[in-house]
Nanobody
Framework: QVQLVESGGGLVQPGGSLRLSCVVS????????MDWYRQPPGKQREWVAG???????NYATSVKVRSTVSRDNAKNTMYLQMNSLKPDDTAVYYC????????????WGQGTQVTVSS
């Protein structure tokens, strides 16, 4: 059974930083793509950033200059470092993995809450 567990969320003041983690277990494949999504309160889930098995990264425009996505394949873990946080970054952050052998929607974690507020 594939499981994803996010951590690292919390309450942070505007201008602060957080590093989110996503640990994957139970997958017999390791060459999956990994993505971060977020769902702000009252809004739809949106894609934030992604990294493929070769380390190629992409970011949403809203976070591009403030964020770094990375992965440690030995630890089956993906990270999202976010700096200069804004109240608009407040959301539940989810990780998602995809592979051609996975179900169409891939696998999702349960999410971690990030609240940016003074």
């Amino acid at each position: 059974q594939v499981q994803l567990v996010e951590s690292g969320g919390g309450l942070v003041q505007p201008g602060g930083s957080l590093r989110l983690s996503c640990v994957v277990s139970g997958s017999i494949f390791s060459d999956y793509t990994m993505d971060w999504y977020r769902q702000p309160p009252g809004k739809q889930r949106e894609w934030v950033a992604g990294i493929d098995n070769g380390g190629h990264v992409n970011y949403a425009t809203s976070v591009k200059v403030r964020s770094t996505v990375s992965r440690d394949n030995a630890k089956n873990t993906m990270y999202l470092q976010m700096n200069s946080l804004k109240p608009d970054d407040t959301a539940v952050y989810y990780c998602n993995i995809n592979h051609r052998k996975f179900p169409p929607t891939g696998y999702w974690g349960q999410g971690t809450q990030v609240t940016v507020s003074s």
